[in-house]
Nanobody, 130 residues
């Protein structure tokens, strides 16, 4: 059973910073982990993705230069992994529920497609006040 648990969301002022964490447990054939966000009535939006090795990353244009995705590479046990999303210079438009996801993706271009991911966390709310 694969479980993804996010933490680190909260309320922050414009220009502030937050660090989201996603702890993944359980054996999985996933090779990519991603962060997505969603607001009520809107589609789930890609934020950033990272390969298991940590060597390949992608991020949405709207967050480039402000958000950084990384993976805890200290663990050699692929049954436990932690992925982080460091968010700086936050804007009100970054307000959303942020979800962590894991999947076995074949192509780099798939990072941005939420339908390619097999496992999802419960989400964590990020609210940026103006």
């Amino acid at each position: 059973q694969v479980q993804l648990v996010e933490s680190g969301g909260g309320l922050v002022q414009t220009g502030g910073s937050l660090r989201l964490s996603c702890f993944a447990s359980g054996r999985t054939f996933s090779n990519v982990m991603g962060w997505f966000r969603q607001n009520p009535g809107k589609e789930r939006e890609f934020v950033a993705g990272i390969s298991w090795s940590g060597g390949t990353t992608d991020s949405a244009d709207s967050v480039k230069g402000r958000f950084t995705i990384s993976r805890d590479t200290r663990s050699r046990d692929n049954a436990k992994n932690t992925v982080y999303l460091e968010m700086n210079s936050l804007k009100p438009e970054d307000t959303a529920v942020y979800y962590c996801a894991a999947g076995k993706l074949n192509y780099y271009s798939d990072y941005r497609d939420p339908t390619k991911y097999d496992y999802w966390g419960q989400g964590t709310q990020v609210t940026v006040s103006s």
